[in-house]
């Protein structure tokens, strides 16, 4: 499975982890695991960690995520700090994803190393 979802503390947050190619089915099937993990667990604080992921999944999919979201009644209180490798391919795909969650209300942003993400976050709990 090219993803994993866990909680992690300080800030308390629900850390997203992909790593190696991940297909369009699988970065679905990883929106829909969130969106559950998440009504469960009700924290506004998401750590994505993309470094480890080769290929991005398509732009349409991105685009039907942040749909999904809004569907399942993701709180746009939420932040998300995306942690991105130096990769320009992967980094265009997904400042698409930061621009339409702003545009959508969600509190996104980009980062290149886990600790200036924590410390992001940390100010939005």
Same mark, same amino acid.
């Given at each position: 499975m090219p993803f994993k979802i866990n909680t992690a503390t300080n800030?308390? $947050?629900i850390e997203v982890t992909y790593s190696g190619v991940v297909s369009d089915e699988e970065f679905r099937r990883a929106i829909a695991e969130f969106i559950e993990f998440n009504s469960r667990k009700k924290c506004l604080l998401? &750590?994505?960690d993309l470094r480890e992921m080769t290929v991005t999944p398509s732009i349409l999919n991105v685009y039907d995520s942040i749909n999904m979201f809004e569907k399942m009644g993701i709180d746009n209180r939420t932040s998300e700090a995306l942690i991105l490798p130096e990769n320009k391919f992967i980094e265009k795909n997904i400042k698409f994803y930061e621009n339409a969650c702003l545009n959508r209300g969600y509190n996104v942003r980009i980062f290149y190393n $886990? @600790?200036? /993400?924590? /410390?992001? &976050?940390?100010?939005? @709990?």
């Open positions: 800030p308390d $947050r998401v &750590l994505t $886990r @600790e200036d /993400a924590i /410390a992001w &976050l940390k100010m939005h @709990e």
